[in-house]
Nanobody, 114 residues
Framework: QVHLAESGGGLVQPGGSLRLSCVAS????????MGWYRQAPGKQRELVAK???????YHVDSVKDRFTISRDTAKNTVSLQMNSLKPEDTAVYYC????????WGQGTLVTVSS
């Protein structure tokens, strides 16, 4: 069983920054990719950024140059540095691990509001 624990969400003003972290624990047989998804109220869950096991990253256009995904392989941790936050970034952010199966965290709420 794999458990993903997210942290770092909260309330921030527009233009502010937050850093999300996700720690994977349990019996992890393989990690092909880790990533962050988000789901805003009334919308479908969408990809924000992902990092492959070889280190290659992908960020969706709406967060490029503002968000940066990174990973600490030794600690099975993936982070998302979010800068220049906008109200439209408000959502529940979910950590994802793709290995032998697909695993999800419980989510952490990010609210961008003045």
């Amino acid at each position: 069983q794999v458990h993903l624990a997210e942290s770092g969400g909260g309330l921030v003003q527009p233009g502010g920054s937050l850093r999300l972290s996700c720690v994977a624990s349990g019996t992890i047989l393989a990690i092909y990719e880790m990533g962050w998804y988000r789901q805003a109220p009334g919308k479908q869950r969408e990809l924000v950024a992902k990092i492959h096991d070889n280190g290659i990253t992908y960020h969706v256009d709406s967060v490029k140059d503002r968000f940066t995904i990174s990973r600490d392989t030794a600690k099975n941790t993936v982070s998302l540095q979010m800068n220049s936050l906008k109200p439209e970034d408000t959502a529940v952010y979910y950590c994802n691990l793709r290995g032998s199966e697909d695993y999800w965290g419980q989510g952490t709420l990010v609210t961008v509001s003045s």
